[in-house]
């Protein structure tokens, strides 16, 4: 029986719908990635009878709330559209994308709860390690509370990550605004807009392309 080959992501959301539809889209597009790069590496030639099912599951943090605390499943299923007969199963169902959506709100579901402990909730390593041990049992090494600790940091990297780049589409926004409104009430190009502004060189092209 072929082994399978899988991958976690760890991300922050926004709370922008389109997004959260995009980050699938990056879940299969990896999912798919990773079934080609099995060529000449896991076989060879047109031996595609050697591809390795492939899993991604993305851990999303801070989800919108409309969709947080949810797991969410992506894979190829069969549809039979005319006729009888079908294709064994083993042939299509080489892929799934995993989404695991957190919240901040509270949950009842363990695997969820359990992520939440480790990724977000905001307590020293030694007390997540003591909950994960009365309420789950789970009895963690010196080298797995480690990982924990630094699990805990990335976990704070990445909230503060995406709290910078929305202060930064925030402004970009606001930047965008006015030169529109320069440009309407002053008559100015948007190259004028945008001296007045005192908007750097080497932004204009990108402020210039989003007008």
């Not at 294709?87 to 709860?113: P, S």
């Amino acid at each position: 029986m072929k082994k399978a080959v899988a991958s976690l992501k760890i991300e922050a959301e926004g709370e922008c719908t389109d997004a959260c539809r995009s980050l699938v889209r990056r879940g299969i597009y990896y999912a798919c990635r990773m079934i080609s790069s099995q060529k000449e590496v896991e076989f060879t030639g047109e031996d595609f009878d050697s591809i390795k099912k492939v899993y991604t599951i993305w851990l999303v943090m801070d989800a919108p709330r409309g969709g947080s605390n949810s797991i969410r499943r992506y894979e190829i299923k069969e549809k039979i559209l005319h006729g009888h007969g079908h294709e064994d199963v083993k042939n299509y169902d080489l892929m799934v994308a995993i989404m695991v959506y957190l919240g901040k709100q509270k949950t009842r579901h363990r695997l969820l709860r359990l992520l939440h402990l480790i990724f977000l909730d905001k307590m020293k390593a030694a007390e997540k390690t003591k909950k994960l041990k009365d309420e789950y049992g789970l009895v963690l090494t010196p080298d797995m509370e480690k990982e924990l600790t630094e699990m805990g940091s990335l976990a704070e990297g990445i909230a503060e990550r995406a709290r910078m780049d929305g202060e930064i589409k925030g402004k970009e926004s606001e930047r965008i605004s006015s030169i529109r409104n320069l440009m309407k009430n002053m008559k100015l190009s948007a190259q004028q807009a945008m001296d007045v502004l005192e908007i750097p060189v080497a932004d204009r092209g990108r402020y210039a392309a989003l007008i």
